[in-house]
């Protein structure tokens, strides 16, 4: 896979002497959606600052499209996009004349064709001759994104690009995204919702404390890090768990009237469930009823939790 952004060793610290960043390395394939996790003050914006020129990296190097950002700033800027975190932007200014203006910030020539496609596609048509301060806050959202896209970005940031917006826009959203995905644009995005991750992201990061803590296919590292979890409620309480069951990785709770089954997934997610199965016959063959199975499958929010905790990776 080829390489579109590629940060190594990249650390940041404010003039105040906090460090958010330390020592990032993190390379992002073409064509790929990135969703970068993390909680408050990670350094998720940091991060994306530094590639686009709002934060000055105290060290480390930035390349993008295969050239140093450093020494080929301008043109290569060009080339990014990015929906901020904080609305900012002049709220007096009608939709359109704000989004074609952003074109024009890189040095593009106007294309209204081009503008109107865009405020199409984000259900900003109607709304192109208002005022932002006019619109709603997921209008507003949806018009930093227009204003992103302006200039047609191979690389798209975007941060936390559905905080605050409802379920529906939300999924509108996604969808916006995803078509961005299939046009070849590469995007990278933080969010908070973790469901956005396992919906969107073909690859995922954690990030802590400036530090990034994992890096994977978001299906592998559902697979490799995902518990199955059962509570086996028993129609008589047990004492202590039978000898017959010692060898599946097992607890009681509720003074022995619930089995609780704790299995690591291991090789390939599914191994869990087949030994739930394995369970269940071996608990019919030693005559212990029970009345009722709780199967649950840990989530990508499982796991990040997780690790966050410093848990059990
Ligand atoms: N200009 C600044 N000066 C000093 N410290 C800063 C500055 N900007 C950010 N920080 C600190 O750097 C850390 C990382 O902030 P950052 O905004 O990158 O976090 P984040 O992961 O984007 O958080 P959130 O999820 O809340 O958006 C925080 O502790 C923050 O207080
Ligand atoms: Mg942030």
């Given amino acids: 896979m080829q390489p579109i952004l590629e940060i190594s060793g990249l650390t940041k610290t404010y003039s105040?002497?906090?460090?958010?960043?330390?020592?990032?390395?993190?390379?992002?394939n073409k064509g790929e959606i990135f969703a970068l996790l993390g909680p408050n003050g990670a350094g998720k914006t940091t991060l994306i600052g530094a590639v686009c020129g709002l934060v000055r990296p105290s060290s480390g190097a930035i390349h993008a499209f295969g050239e140093d950002m450093a020494s080929n700033w301008r043109h290569l800027r060009a080339r990014i996009g990015l929906v901020p975190q904080e609305l900012a932007t002049d709220m007096f200014e009608p939709v359109r004349r704000a989004v074609g203006d952003?074109?024009?910030?890189f040095g593009l020539p106007p294309d209204a064709a081009k503008i109107e496609e865009i405020l199409r596609a984000l259900s900003l048509w109607d709304k192109r001759d208002a005022q932002i301060r006019?619109?709603?806050?997921?209008?507003?959202?949806?018009?930093?994104?227009?204003?992103?896209?302006a200039h047609e970005p191979e690389l798209l940031f975007l941060d936390e690009p559905t905080a605050g917006v409802d379920v529906e826009l939300r999924r509108d959203m996604w969808r916006q995204i995803a078509l961005l995905r299939e046009r070849g644009t590469t995007v990278i995005l933080t969010t908070h919702y973790i469901?956005?991750?396992?919906?969107m992201a073909d690859?995922?990061?954690?990030?802590?404390?400036g530090e990034i803590l994992m890096v994977d296919e978001k299906a592998a590292m559902m697979e490799r890090l995902g518990r199955t979890e059962a509570?086996?409620?028993?129609?008589?309480?047990?004492?202590?768990?039978?000898?017959?069951?010692?060898?599946f990785p097992l607890t009681l709770a509720e003074d022995g009237r619930v089995l609780c089954y704790r299995g690591d997934g291991g090789e390939g997610g599914g191994a869990g469930t087949t030994e739930v199965a394995q369970l269940t016959k071996a608990l019919i063959?030693?005559?212990?009823?029970?009345?009722a199975i709780?199967?649950?499958?840990?989530?990508?929010e499982d796991i990040f939790v997780n690790l966050l905790e410093g848990g059990a990776a």
């Fill in 16 to 28: 105040g002497g906090f460090t958010a960043l330390k020592s990032v390395d993190l390379t992002i």
């Fill in 102 to 105: 952003s074109r024009g910030l």
């Fill in 134 to 149: 006019t619109l709603s806050g997921g209008m507003k959202r949806r018009v930093l994104i227009a204003k992103a896209l």
């Fill in 195 to 199: 469901e956005e991750a396992e919906e």
């Fill in 203 to 209: 690859r995922v990061g954690i990030i802590n404390k």
């Fill in 231 to 247: 509570l086996i409620a028993l129609a008589q309480p047990l004492d202590e768990i039978p000898e017959v069951l010692s060898s």
């Fill in 285 to 291: 063959a030693a005559g212990i009823d029970y009345t």
């Fill in 294 to 300: 709780d199967i649950h499958e840990s989530s990508l």
